[in-house]
């Protein structure tokens, strides 16, 4: 069974850093490329970025480019989100999600991990 | 940056009734059109992939159509199960966008 649970989130102070993780297990993680995607609150879903297989090809929103860093670990079947200079516009429940390849579909995503920027 | 728009933004159903909902992009996107189901607390679940191939173990009451610019999804016989928020989803170009979301209610 394909799982990928979310951790690392948490409340942060507006210019704050928080790095979030993805553990996957069920399928061969280095096979897979990877995103990230969030929902603020009472929102809808936005795409953050996205790895390939071999952190070859990383792609990032215009909304976090510059300041989140996506990364991957396939010996540790892990995806992750370093988030620097974190705003009060980045709080939303963060998703990882699978992709066979660009123009596929996220075919499996984790259950989420909140995070929330406030003073 | 391609646009989604779903239309509508809620509806409220009774059991068994027909669900309906499009999605317009802003240029055309081929087939390159998914939808997803999520519901509060869980993780979304792709339902039809490529405008109208349903994803493995998805109930048949789901299908999809269109190419283009304007896509349909359907839910036929509406269950209790179903209510939830759709969200389509465009993976033809960069930036990857989903549309605003459609909240189906159960009368």
């Known amino acids: 069974e394909v799982q990928l649970v979310e951790s690392g989130g948490g409340l942060v102070q507006p210019g704050g850093s928080l790095r979030l993780s993805c553990a996957a297990s069920?399928?061969?993680?280095?096979?897979?490329?990877m995103n990230w995607v969030r929902q603020a609150p009472g929102k809808g879903l936005e795409w953050v970025s996205y790895?390939?297989?071999?952190?070859?090809?990383?792609h990032y929103a215009d909304s976090v480019k510059g300041r989140f860093t996506i990364a991957r670990d396939n010996a540790k079947n892990s995806l992750y989100l370093q988030m620097n200079s974190l705003r009060a516009e980045d709080t939303a429940v963060y998703y990882c999600?699978?992709?066979?390849?660009?123009?596929?579909?996220?075919?499996?995503w984790g259950q989420g991990t909140l995070v929330t920027v406030s003073s | 940056e391609i646009v989604l728009t779903q239309s509508p933004d809620f509806q409220s159903v009774t059991p068994k009734e027909k669900v309906t909902i499009t999605c317009r992009a802003s240029?055309?996107?081929?087939?390159?059109l998914h939808w997803y189901q999520h519901k509060p607390d869980q993780s979304p679940k792709l339902l039809i992939k490529?405008?109208?191939q349903s994803f493995s173990g998805v109930p048949s009451r789901f299908s999809g159509s269109g190419s283009g610019t304007d896509f349909t999804l359907t839910i036929n016989s509406l269950e209790a199960e179903d209510a939830a928020t759709y969200y389509c989803h465009q993976s033809s170009s960069l930036p990857w966008t989903f549309g605003q979301g459609t909240k189906v209610e159960i009368k």
């Open positions: 999600a699978r992709v066979v390849l660009p123009l596929f579909p996220f075919d499996y």
């Open positions: 790895i390939d297989t071999r952190s070859a090809t990383i």
């Open positions: 490529f405008a109208s």
């Open positions: 069920g399928f061969i993680f280095s096979s897979y490329n």
């Open positions: 240029q055309s996107i081929g087939n390159n």
